[in-house]
Structure formats: structure tokens, C-alpha cells
């Protein structure tokens, strides 16, 4: 790989990050919130942080002219705090912590024609509902064909949310032979009842913004039908303790996201 190269898809990857952190930087404060994992009956240490480390598993399936579905698994797969990594003792040894997650979004910017590896497309979520599920062990997960799936063991609900508003964007990179899927968004987030030990400090954050940049080596286009998988990508969720980002904030992001696609688009001229 040239040098050219690696700066070009470092500067895409930049920009990216850029362009939804722009969109969310009013909400997402990065507040401090405890989970008493021993609370609901896990084997694990207590755990303060205000970042959690996902990675995703995912199918994405194309439907009609601009719409798609995606169904999936966020493993939990860390914590941070201010930055720096915490001890969560017994996290995917003795118990795990994941997200089964379902949704619906469309394009508004390109059609499920369009081929995401040359040219830039992006759109909005219209839908997604969510299970926070505690499991006793490890938890893996893995894909039967493009289906994601998980085996683990007892589990246990501890709290459920839906969707309040989200954007995504596909970008080409790899001289137009690959793209990096990312998307963010604001959930609500509501305790299961009789689990609120496991969120030590009562009233317990009631929202949470998620944000994914998946690497190339992660995404598997489904060349029949113009999905695509994730495995194993990356991505967290922090919880808020403001409102959630106004109708303002994603023309923002929207406009954060119409850059890319100009970068995209001299790129490929000078290509």
C-alpha cells in the first residue's frame, strides 16, 4: 500500500469520525454511571466507567428502492473511564454482557442500486428496538450463513429501548473496491423490572447515543439482494444525562456527511 494511499483512507476514516462526532458532540457528555453486576446474580466485580466498548455483529438487507433492515448482536467487549480502559473483573470470562437489536432505516442519499464501494450513500433510521441481556460464561457469537447468532449461557433481560432518532453513512474507500459502514444514534434506555441493582445509582439514565465505523476487514457485501454483513466491527454507547440532539443537530451531521461525499467524489476523479 502507497503512502498516498494509507493517508487517503486515514483522512476518510478522520473525517468520518469528524462527522458524527459533530452531530452529537452537545449530547454525549460522557456521564458516569456503575454496574453491580453481582446485584442480579453474575459472577463479577463492581464496575464504574462512562464508555462501553461494542463490537457488532450484523446483517444488513436491502429492501425495495431505499429501504433496508438489520438485525444483530452488540457484544459488550470493555469499559472506559475518562479515556483509559477499566478492570471489569469476570467480564466475558464469567459472565458477558450483549445487545440483540432489530431495525429499519432508508437512504437518502443514493438508491440500493448504487454500489457503497464507488459511490458515498447515506440515509436515516426510521426504527430500532433493543434487549440489554446479561448471560452466565462467555458469550460467542458467529453468523449461520448471513445470520447473526449467539450461544450462551442462562440469560437474563435488564433493560429494553427503541430508537429515537439516527443517521448512517456508507463510504467508499480501497480505490473503490471496499466502503466502511457507520452510524449513530440516540436510544432510549429503560431498566427491566427487578433489575435495578445492576444499575447501582438510582434514577438511572433513561437515554444512551451509540456510534459504529466498522474497518473494511469487517464488512461482507451480499452480492444477491445488496446487503452486507458485519462481524466483529466496533463501536460504544455512553449514556446521556441531557436531551437528546434536536432536529438541528442532524442537519449538522447531514452536512458533516455531505463533506465526505465531496472528498469522496475529487477522490475518485483524481483516481
Given at each position: 500500500?502507497?503512502?498516498?494511499r494509507?493517508?487517503r ?21 460522557l456521564?458516569?454511571?456503575?454496574f ?9 466485580t463492581?464496575?464504574?466507567?462512562d464508555?462501553?466498548?461494542?463490537s ?11 429501504g ?17 480502559n477499566?478492570d ?9 454482557l ?25 440515509g ?17 457469537f458467529?453468523f449461520?450463513?448471513?445470520t447473526?447468532t ?6 437474563q433481560?435488564?433493560?429494553?429501548g427503541s430508537?429515537v432518532n ?6 467508499p474507500t480501497n ?7 457507520s ?5 432510549t ?5 427487578g433489575k435495578?441493582?445492576f ?5 438511572f ?20 439482494g ?7 466491527g466496533g463501536g ?6 441531557s436531551?437528546?440532539?434536536e ?7 447531514m ?8 472528498v ?5 476523479n483524481?483516481?
Open positions: 500500500m502507497t503512502q498516498a494509507t493517508r483512507i486515514a483522512l476518510n476514516r478522520t473525517l468520518v469520525a469528524a462527522a458524527l462526532a459533530a452531530g452529537f458532540s452537545a449530547a454525549s457528555a456521564p458516569v454511571f456503575t453491580n453486576p453481582g446485584a442480579v446474580g453474575l459472577t463479577g463492581s464496575i464504574t466507567a464508555n462501553l466498548l461494542l457488532n455483529f450484523l446483517n444488513v438487507t436491502a429492501v425495495g428502492a431505499t433496508s433492515t438489520e438485525t444483530g448482536f452488540l457484544s459488550v467487549t470493555g469499559f472506559q473511564l475518562g479515556g483509559s477499566v471489569a473483573g469476570g467480564l466475558n470470562t464469567t459472565y458477558s450483549y445487545f440483540r437489536f432489530d431495525g429499519a432505516a432508508h437512504l437518502t442519499t443514493g438508491t440500493n442500486a448504487t454500489d457503497p464501494r464507488t459511490t458515498l450513500t447515506a436515516v433510521l426510521d426504527s430500532a428496538t433493543f434487549s440489554l441481556i446479561a448471560a452466565a460464561g462467555n458469550s460467542t458467529g449461520s450463513g448471513t447473526p449467539v450461544s450462551s449461557g442462562a440469560t433481560v435488564l433493560a429494553t430508537l439516527g443517521t448512517f453513512v456508507n463510504l480505490n473503490n473496491t471496499a466502503f466502511v459502514p452510524a449513530e444514534a440516540s436510544v434506555f429503560n431498566q427491566a423490572a435495578e441493582g444499575f447501582a445509582a438510582q434514577p439514565y433513561n437515554l444512551a447515543s451509540t456510534a459504529f465505523t466498522n474497518t473494511v476487514s469487517t464488512v461482507t457485501p451480499i452480492p444477491a445488496g446487503g452486507y454483513t458485519v462481524a466483529n460504544n454507547l455512553n449514556f446521556l444525562a436531551p437528546i440532539p432536529p438541528e443537530t442532524y442537519a449538522l451531521l452536512a458533516g456527511l455531505g463533506i465526505l461525499g465531496l469522496a467524489r475529487r477522490q475518485k483524481a483516481g
